[in-house]
């Protein structure tokens, strides 16, 4: 129907046009002194519209070349991007930067763009030359917002590499000021620059954070985990109210860690509060039968000796022929005066597991008996370990 009505229109056009033409006696005059140029009406009209038609035709003509230059350029600064980017990962640093700056230059969309100065500034940061990248990823910044996320990620691995872990930090302030769940990579960065920073409460939240989340190093966060609390008790060492109250903070199974409560106990004893310190490696020991800590109780001498001797002993009863275990009695035997149950002890220590250690514990126990001759063996032979061990390393 509408094919019909149009056939219609265009008749009717056609014999208005024609009558028009018939019966249109008029003319046009054209005066430009001394010249004067008259022209038919029709003809008049027939040049305008052939005009036209001609200029119609031309502007389409130039604008399908231009079309045609724009996809020429769009393919080459595709081309660019792809090659900058292989040259990238192979390594070949130079032609990367080259390539993407190119592609920069010739690309129109401001994601295009983002992406090879981000190549550029990572190629750039490879080779040292880092005017080169700062300016790259200047050029980056500048296409917000499609390569904002893409460049403030590349400014802080970038910076971070270089150990400027405060501007790095200053980049990931701007991410999150983008609100919404932060995924896991760039939550690590944050852990990197944390790390470096000495921020360690934040390692712990951090840590926290991503031991809930997937594809994620359970190990390394929990190392990272445990060198946090190290960091804060020695941060705290001086001010014993400060230690104890950052103690009370941690989980049950935090305080039981042997490398924890090591470091909490020996900051304690620091300060001279044995009593805490002891209670500490008692509920550690109770927990695991952790070597540095059955070594420090001996030396964690809170005024009841006895009441340590029989700890220890039940953890024998736990824990049969350990020589650290067997060390530490006799140590603290030596130091209840009990001196029967001290040597057993020491000599049955140095029957499992020779070392130095029970060498000295027992010459020095010779020493307060008199026997000088025992306690000078003894010395010799510990000092023969230790210097069979330098000689073996």
């Known amino acids: 129907m509408k094919l019909v009505l149009w056939v219609l229109v265009l008749f009717a056009s056609a014999t208005a046009i024609v009558l028009a033409a018939y019966y249109n006696t008029g003319s046009v005059l054209f005066t430009v002194p001394p010249y004067k140029i008259e022209l038919a009406f029709n003809t008049f009209v027939i040049m305008v519209l052939s005009v036209f038609t001609v200029f119609y035709m031309l502007l389409r003509i130039l604008s399908g070349l231009s079309g045609i230059n724009k996809r020429l350029r769009a393919k080459k600064a595709e081309q660019l991007t792809w090659s900058g980017v292989k040259a990238f990962f192979e390594a070949r640093y130079d032609r990367a930067m080259k390539f993407s700056e190119k592609a920069f230059k010739l690309t129109d969309t401001q994601a295009a763009k983002a992406l090879n100065a981000v190549v550029a500034a990572r190629s750039a940061h490879q080779q040292k030359n880092y005017s080169q990248r700062d300016h790259f990823l200047a050029a980056a910044r500048e296409q917000a917002p499609a390569g904002r996320v893409l460049t403030l990620i590349a400014e802080t691995e970038l910076f971070l590499d270089e150990g400027r872990y405060d501007d790095a930090l200053a980049a990931l302030q701007s991410i999150y000021s983008f609100g919404g769940l932060q995924n896991t990579a760039v939550l690590l960065l944050e852990l990197k620059a944390q790390q470096m920073a000495g921020n360690w409460d934040a390692v712990l939240e951090l840590t926290q954070v991503l031991s ?145 250690p029970a060498h000295l514990a027992l010459a020095q126990l010779f020493e307060k008996l008199g026997k000088q001759e025992a306690a000078s063996e003894h010395y010799r032979k510990g000092l023969d370990f230790v210097l069979k061990q330098i000689g073996s390393t």
């Open 212 to 356: 809930n989340r997937a594809f994620v190093d359970r190990d390394l966060v929990e190392e990272l985990r445990h060198r946090a609390h190290l960091e804060n008790i020695k941060k705290n060492t001086k001010d014993i109210v400060l230690l104890k109250k950052y103690w009370g903070t941690l989980s049950w199974h935090e305080k039981t860690d042997g490398r924890i409560a090591v470091a909490a106990a020996r900051a304690l004893m620091a300060q001279g509060d044995n009593a805490a310190a002891q209670k500490i490696i008692e509920n550690g020991l109770d927990a695991g039968l952790y070597p540095e800590l059955v070594t420090l109780y001996a030396d964690c001498q809170s005024g009841i000796v006895s009441w340590q001797i029989q700890r220890a002993e039940n953890w024998l009863t736990k824990y049969p022929n350990n020589a650290d275990l067997l060390l530490t009695l006799g140590r603290l035997c030596t130091y209840g005066e009990l001196w029967g149950k001290a040597q057993s002890y020491l000599e049955a220590s140095l029957s499992i597991e020779p070392g130095y």
